[in-house]
């Protein structure tokens, strides 16, 4: 296996930074030209772009360590669960924040090892800030140039309002009365992977999700939450995990890992 290291994780934000380039590219162009995929998710040229980077990139660093793609994810279980470790990418996160223009999308980066994500990159190239922990390293945020600062999350204190994240493009009736369960509650509405990492950062309590996602959605941003001290977990109370037969996310929760009493709420108002 290749060094876990302060140098390995550098390596990944540097190829972060430059699939971000090309997407800033065509961020920055006067057209957006978007085609829809057989889920009717959209698809851009600068998916594909970044896509093709991320790829040739790692193939050249990590000749040994195969790669799962969200434009890329036909490959047979029957070959996959025979991977202990594999990187897992979403090359651009947030595809309706980027056909929107405002800037909260995001190239995602995951090292799996059996099933567990253990580097996470998550870069926003368009308010150039950039997430990223590897086990064992810790857990960092750059923006811009500046030196990057070790984060970690801030649990709920009891009585106090709670923070949470709510997703800029996918709301639904469902979260907006789960969370009414959970008394006062501040909502900070944020795009693609930067949701995870807020909690992550300790500016936010939870993030909740109801929605459809699919593994390599969560996967860096996963690695940056547990690396910094917190949970991703279904309903059931089990942490997400990768590289299963269906590739889809259970529904799931975002918090402080020593949060009990934010996850035993939770769990009353799931199941009153």
């Given at each position: ?28 162009g006067?057209?957006?030209d978007?085609?829809?995929k ?8 600068a ?36 991977w ?57 945020v ?34 907006t ?12 509405s944020?795009?693609s992977?930067l ?13 909740i999700?109801?929605g459809?996602?699919?593994?390599w ?6 690695a940056?939450?547990n ?28 918090l ?17």
């Amino acid at each position: 296996m290749y060094p876990l290291n302060m140098n390995m994780l550098l390596e990944i934000v540097k190829l972060a930074h430059c699939a971000g380039e090309a997407i800033m590219t065509i961020y920055s162009g006067d057209e957006i030209d978007t085609t829809y995929k057989a889920d009717s998710s959209p698809l851009t040229l600068a998916d594909l772009k970044s896509h093709q980077i991320i790829i040739a990139s790692l193939q050249k660093l990590t000749p040994k360590i195969p790669i799962l793609s969200e434009e890329a994810a036909t490959i047979p279980y029957s070959t996959r669960r025979l991977w202990t470790y594999y990187w897992l990418i979403d090359p651009l996160d947030g595809t309706k924040e980027f056909i929107k223009r405002n800037g909260e999308f995001t190239v995602n980066i995951a090292l799996i090892k059996d099933g567990i994500p253990i580097i996470g990159v998550v870069y926003a190239p368009a308010i150039k800030v950039c997430y990223y922990a590897a086990k064992e390293v810790g857990a960092f945020v750059q923006r811009n140039n500046d030196i990057a600062a070790p984060i970690e999350v801030k649990p709920h204190v009891i009585d106090k309002t709670i923070k949470v994240v709510t997703s800029r493009s996918h709301s639904d009736t469902r979260t907006t009365a789960l969370l009414e369960k959970l008394g006062a509650y501040e909502a900070i509405s944020m795009g693609s992977s930067l949701k995870f990492c807020l909690v992550a950062e300790g500016k936010a309590h939870l993030y909740i999700r109801l929605g459809p996602t699919m593994e390599w959605d969560t996967a860096a941003a996963h690695a940056i939450v547990n690396i910094a001290g917190g949970l991703i977990c279904d309903f059931t109370g089990h942490e997400l995990h990768y590289n299963k037969e269906d590739l889809h996310n259970p529904e799931f929760f975002v918090l402080p890992e020593a949060n009990t009493s934010l996850h035993k709420l939770i769990q009353a108002s799931i199941n009153p």
